[in-house]
């Protein structure tokens, strides 16, 4: 027998027009990328989505049909993010991080028909214009008569590309496994992957990520994402904003420590979300300008593990409380959050800290586990490593064309169902599950292994170091062991042995790295994460003092 409730869609649409019917006035303030602070409303970002969308069918672009943006958090971006989705067309979020000839290669492989990006993009654009397979139509995000000289062919601004345009287009009605957005993986090894979201799957996921114990966000809150639109739909935060009326802060490109301090205090931000690198310069400029944070009550670090100086300079400096979170583009991105249950409330402040510096539990919708190499269960007892799989339903089931197919039917998971993470982890038996390495960064050292991030979370607040990675090099008796690679704070010149000496007592003695090196930049990925391929290529004829002592 079957329910005898409402079919209610749940299509994204729905999400903006309840903002526009209930926070019309709420604003979403965007810094520019000409760089004034421009001001609009949920109200007037749904009328101009719809204006998108009368764009896009006078275009051509019908469900299914796949809209690129190459662009930072503004509200513009964010109107053709619903105004695509709002008609059933993908919206893909490309990453312009990435070199031109890698986002033309994402661009052609998702099929991309429209693409529109911010005004500092366009030599970016035109290098990667003769290679784009499938592009028509450019817009750049400019003002009515504003386009600039371009070799792209029939390029418009986009306020002439809306402009005078009827908000008449229907939204919605179709099915609500729709696929509403596409994202592309890091692909740090390989071809990137394409993620592909459905209507569906990001609702329940914005659901999941208003609640209380994930970000817990009402109409009464400011936020500002950080975390850019193309990582990952900002981890959902363009969807859970306009889902409660919270007011929306988006920083444009501007994301250096200054800049995002300017914008938390000048707006009254209450909750704010980014990877640790943001934090960190941040960090540094609120030390060099003695600063204070005089609104912001939360923040939400995630992408790579929170280092513990971060962890600490927000909860005991700032008075911030901050909330772990681990996940990755194929689950939308969420997949833990580290917040404090009633069992927690006797902790002391430095177990509190130690549990905190912990990826957390899932939300409901996520199950967890971790396996051996053999694919066998492992018990929750907070020291077993093993694989970590997911399931649940914002979680990929295939990539986008059928890429990465790991099962006889086609799909990336297991025989039951199970994705595996790539990530290796305990899980203790309250549900806090800790990220201990990436399966293929983990140091293998005398057949056990050494979890590289534990050591750079830790080396990162030693005197003088301004950021920290660990990586496996070539050991003739125990296979690999760890290098510390370090980068210094401007102006300092840490000493090797005063950093062995801080990591002496907080991790088990045999993972001490065997040696230290020093760089002037650790590279970073084009997510912010520390780029560990390129380090190890740069670091690939290291010796290690005690592999030559060992020979
Ligand atoms: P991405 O899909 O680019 O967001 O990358 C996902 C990967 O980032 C995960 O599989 C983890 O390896 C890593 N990651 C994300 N959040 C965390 C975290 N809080 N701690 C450690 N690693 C993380």
Not at 335 to 346: A, V
Not at 363 to 372: G, Q, R, S
Not at 538 to 549: E, V, W
């Amino acid at each position: 027998m079957l329910g005898l409730m409402q079919d209610w869609s749940m299509t994204l649409d729905k999400v903006l027009d309840h903002a526009a019917m209930n926070h019309a006035r709420r604003e979403i303030v965007s810094r520019s990328i000409e760089g004034p602070i421009v001001r609009t409303t949920y109200g007037d970002l749904r009328t101009r989505a719809k204006q998108v969308s009368h764009a896009l069918v006078h275009c051509g672009v019908g469900i299914g049909d796949r809209v690129a943006t190459l662009a930072w958090n503004t509200a513009r971006h964010m109107e053709v993010w619903f105004g695509a989705m709002g008609i059933g067309a993908v919206l893909h979020t490309l990453n312009p991080r990435l070199m031109p000839e890698q986002i033309a290669w994402i661009a052609n492989h998702a099929g991309d028909e429209v693409l529109c990006f911010d005004l500092t993009f366009l030599p970016i654009v035109e290098k990667m214009a003769p290679l784009l397979e499938t592009v028509k139509h450019y817009v750049v995000f400019a003002d009515r008569g504003a386009a600039p000289k371009s070799t792209l062919p029939n390029l418009v601004a986009y306020e002439d590309w809306i402009a005078d345009r009827p908000a008449i287009v229907t939204w919605g009605q179709f099915d609500e496994n729709t696929a509403a957005g596409l994202c592309y993986t890091s692909g740090t090894t390989g071809n990137p992957k394409g993620v592909l979201y459905s209507h569906r799957s990001n609702m329940i996921h914005a659901f999941v990520a208003s609640g209380g114990d994930a970000f817990g966000l009402t109409s009464r809150d400011t936020v500002l994402p950080i975390v850019p639109m193309f990582h990952a739909n900002a981890w959902a935060l363009t969807f859970v904003c306009p889902m409660v009326g919270a007011k929306m802060v988006m920083p444009g490109a501007k994301l250096d420590g200054q800049s995002v301090y300017e914008l938390l205090e000048s707006e009254k931000v209450t909750l704010s979300a980014a990877v640790p690198t943001v934090w960190l310069m941040l960090n540094q400029y609120l030390r060099d300008t003695k600063s204070k944070l005089t609104t912001l009550k939360k923040v939400i670090i995630g992408g790579s593990a929170v280092p513990e100086a971060i962890l600490r300079a927000f909860e005991e400096d700032f008075g911030v409380e901050v909330v772990h979170a681990w996940g990755m583009t194929e689950m939308s991105p969420m997949g833990t959050l580290c917040t404090m249950g009633p069992e927690e409330d006797g902790l002391d402040h430095e177990s509190r800290i130690k549990l905190k510096l912990k990826q957390g539990r899932t939300p409901f919708t996520v199950e967890m586990k971790i396996v051996d190499d053999a694919g066998k269960d492992l018990p929750r007892d907070g020291k077993t490593f093993g694989r970590l799989l997911v399931r649940g339903p914002s979680i990929t089931k295939v990539y986008f064309k059928g890429d990465g197919a790991r099962n006889a039917n086609g799909t990336a998971l297991d025989e039951d169902g199970w994705f595996d993470t790539g990530d290796v982890a305990t899980i203790d038996a309250k549900g806090f599950m800790n990220i201990t390495d990436r399966a293929k960064d983990v140091i293998k050292s005398g057949g056990e292994w050494i979890s590289s991030i534990e050591i750079e979370n830790i080396a990162v607040g030693a005197p003088g170091v301004a950021n920290a990675a660990v990586i496996g090099v070539y050991h003739p008796k125990w296979d690999e062991r760890p290098l510390l690679i370090i980068q210094p704070k401007p102006g300092e010149t840490p000493d090797k042995a005063a950093i062995l000496a801080f990591l002496d007592g907080k991790i088990a003695k045999w993972w001490t790295p065997d040696d230290v090196a020093f760089v002037e930049a650790i590279p970073l990925g084009a997510t912010g994460k520390i780029n560990k391929l390129a380090l190890r290529e740069t670091f690939k004829d290291y010796r290690l003092p005690s592999a030559q002592a060992a020979e």
